[in-house]
């Protein structure tokens, strides 16, 4: 049987506005497998990026219970959050964030040097990694000279080098172009055969069905859709 990564019950998450506080999360349970491929699909407004933040340890939740890797995130100190989104969260955002005057392999070593690695060290770990992803011949390039898809693949690289034990993917398509798109899903195809546990965030259906399972989420209520093969 395969493990629980992530186990969510009973999240619950608001915002104040002016003196009321609006609920966004309401409620949820979500668990997902080590090595499963799961897209988190909503509208505008609909809680996904709320929950997304939490997920990321980038949020805290009012309530319920969140564990990551049987590590009980809703008990950890906020300062502690940091050093568990380095070692066990790899990132990748839609508008890259990629330092721009930093080339492409000092922009995916940053997280090991983060960490207190040593930068032969961390560029010796990475090469792999940037060879998988094809920009081994963009090393010596700034983010402006790539195109989005190359950036992504930088964004993807930098995600993986610090070997996360979970890649969350935050609208990892919309500011490619089709083409580019396709291409970095087939990606995301390749790392879950791989063996990588993949939460993706969007608003797409279309996207969304590269994943293996769909969950939906509306006005901060989660359900779910069956996803075959």
Same mark, same amino acid.
């Given at each position: 049987?395969?493990?629980? %990564?992530?186990?969510?019950?009973?999240?619950?998450?608001?915002?104040m506005l002016g003196e009321e506080k609006v609920p966004v999360l309401k409620d949820i349970c979500?668990?997902?497998?080590?090595?499963?491929? =799961?897209a988190i699909l909503g509208p505008s407004g609909s809680g996904k990026t709320t929950l997304m933040? =939490?997920?990321? /340890?980038?949020?805290?939740?009012?309530?319920?219970?969140?564990?990551?890797?049987?590590?009980?995130?809703? &008990?950890?100190?906020?300062?502690?959050?940091?050093?568990?989104?380095?070692?066990?969260?790899?990132?990748?955002?839609?508008?890259?964030?990629?330092?721009?005057?930093y080339n492409v392999l000092q922009n995916i070593i940053m997280p090991l040097l983060i960490r207190?690695?040593?930068?032969?060290?961390?560029?010796?770990? /990475?090469?792999?990694?940037?060879?998988? %992803?094809?920009?081994?011949?963009?090393?010596?390039?700034?983010?402006?000279?790539?195109?989005?898809?190359?950036?992504?693949?930088?964004?993807?690289?930098? $995600?993986? =080098?610090?070997?996360?034990?979970?890649?969350?993917?935050?609208?990892?398509?919309? $500011?490619?172009?089709?083409?580019?798109?396709?291409?970095?899903?087939? %990606?995301?195809?390749?790392?879950?055969?791989?063996?990588?546990?993949?939460?993706?965030?969007?608003?797409?259906?279309?996207?969304?069905?590269?994943?293996?399972?769909?969950?939906?989420?509306?006005?901060?209520? %989660?359900? &779910?859709?069956?996803?075959?093969?």
């Amino acid at each position: 049987m395969a493990k629980e %990564l992530i186990r969510i019950k009973n999240l619950n998450k608001g915002y104040m506005l002016g003196e009321e506080k609006v609920p966004v999360l309401k409620d949820i349970c979500f668990t997902v497998e080590r090595g499963e491929y =799961v897209a988190i699909l909503g509208p505008s407004g609909s809680g996904k990026t709320t929950l997304m933040n =939490v997920i990321g /340890c980038m949020d805290i939740m009012d309530s319920g219970e969140y564990y990551l890797d049987d590590l009980p995130i809703h &008990e950890t100190p906020q300062e502690a959050l940091t050093e568990i989104r380095n070692r066990e969260i790899g990132f990748i955002f839609q508008n890259y964030q990629l330092i721009p005057t930093y080339n492409v392999l000092q922009n995916i070593i940053m997280p090991l040097l983060i960490r207190g690695m040593g930068h032969r060290e961390a560029e010796k770990r /990475c090469m792999e990694t940037i060879s998988l %992803l094809g920009i081994d011949h963009r090393l010596g390039h700034r983010p402006s000279e790539l195109s989005g898809g190359q950036k992504q693949r930088v964004s993807i690289a930098r $995600a993986l =080098v610090g070997q996360p034990s979970l890649l969350l993917a935050d609208e990892p398509t919309g $500011a490619l172009d089709r083409a580019s798109g396709q291409e970095v899903l087939k %990606l995301f195809g390749q790392l879950h055969e791989m063996g990588h546990t993949i939460v993706m965030i969007t608003h797409d259906l279309n996207v969304a069905r590269s994943a293996k399972r769909i969950v939906h989420i509306i006005d901060g209520v %989660l359900s &779910e859709t069956p996803q075959g093969g």
